[in-house]
């Protein structure tokens, strides 16, 4: 057992020896396309923590309650808004006070002495889904209370639009590009063992003669392609953190968004080799799907 495990090592390292050019060429193509959708993942990653973390507390909503509303409807509708799924918190702002404010933004104060106040009771809503069709959603539901009614919700929609928008667009760029670089690489890993099958031709017509099985033959080509994939999702996170921490210092020079947070490299490591050496895999796999039959 021990011999014929040490044969397989052997014959993967011999083939991982060979075809020099096109193992490169291999694990340079993986390494970007896992440098590239890695990123592009990354990325997507943090602007979607940062939009829920961020921007929930900035596309707040506001509910205009009906005039005349006693305090214990006030109190229950409280009740009700804050059952409503996708809510996370809910605040009242009195009239009484809200009014006050108004006048002082709008540098108004004579006309603070008015005994009947021109606006509404109003809660102010902080959400935790801020997407366009959640944000919708809620403002339906708040909208069929009997305290409030049609158009007493207001929110930032096209913000929050162009937010989904945005998000959706990286996304799909993200998917675009991942499956054309993947697409890339399998078909270099592809050809890398399909050469290597073609120049050792004569050396596997031996190997079946003598009566080796056929997993016995292929199995060093599997590996080939397995660390090929492994070294490039390694290679490919490595440049992941070169990159990263050039862009921190460069966003941390414009000062706008302040620090960012420690880049993650063994997960994104781990993970990256991983996904890499799978997908090397499979394109052996598919490379070595035909029978080996040589003459």
Do not use: C
């Not at 040490?6 to 020896?17: A, G, M, N, P, Y």
């Not at 809503?125 to 009614?149: M, Y």
């Amino acid at each position: 057992m021990l011999d014929k495990l040490e044969f397989l090592f052997s014959e993967s390292f011999k083939t991982f020896r060979r075809n020099g050019l096109m193992t490169f060429a291999a694990i340079s193509t993986v390494a970007i396309s896992m440098f590239l959708l890695g990123g592009l993942g990354y990325t997507y990653y943090r602007v979607n923590e940062y939009a829920q973390n961020t921007f929930p507390h900035q596309f707040t909503m506001e509910v205009f309650l009906k005039k005349g509303t006693t305090y214990e409807e006030i109190k229950q509708t409280a009740q009700q808004i804050r059952a409503v799924p996708g809510v996370e918190s809910a605040v009242l702002i009195p009239k009484e006070k809200a009014y006050p404010k108004l006048l002082k933004d709008m540098n108004v104060p004579g006309l603070a002495e008015d005994k009947d106040i021109p606006i509404q009771d109003k809660f102010d809503l902080v959400l935790k889904d801020i997407s366009e069709e959640g944000s919708a959603t809620i403002a339906s539901q708040i909208e069929a209370l009997p305290t409030a009614g049609a158009g007493s919700v207001q929110y930032m929609r096209e913000e929050q639009r162009f937010l989904d928008q945005f998000l959706g667009l990286l996304r799909l760029l993200g998917s675009l590009v991942g499956a054309l670089l993947f697409a890339t690489a399998g078909i270099l890993i592809y050809n890398a063992i399909r050469l290597t099958i073609v120049s050792r031709r004569l050396e596997i017509r031996v190997m079946q003669l003598v009566g080796a099985s056929r997993f016995t033959i292929q199995v060093p080509f599997l590996f080939e392609g397995v660390f090929q994939g492994a070294i490039g999702g390694t290679f490919a996170s490595l440049i992941l953190l070169v990159t990263y921490k050039v862009l921190a210092q460069a966003i941390v020079a414009f000062d706008v968004f302040g620090a960012l947070p420690d880049f993650p490299l063994w997960p994104i490591m781990g993970g990256l080799a991983a996904a890499g050496a799978l997908y090397g895999f499979f394109s052996s796999f598919m490379a070595l799907s035909s029978p080996l039959r040589y003459r």
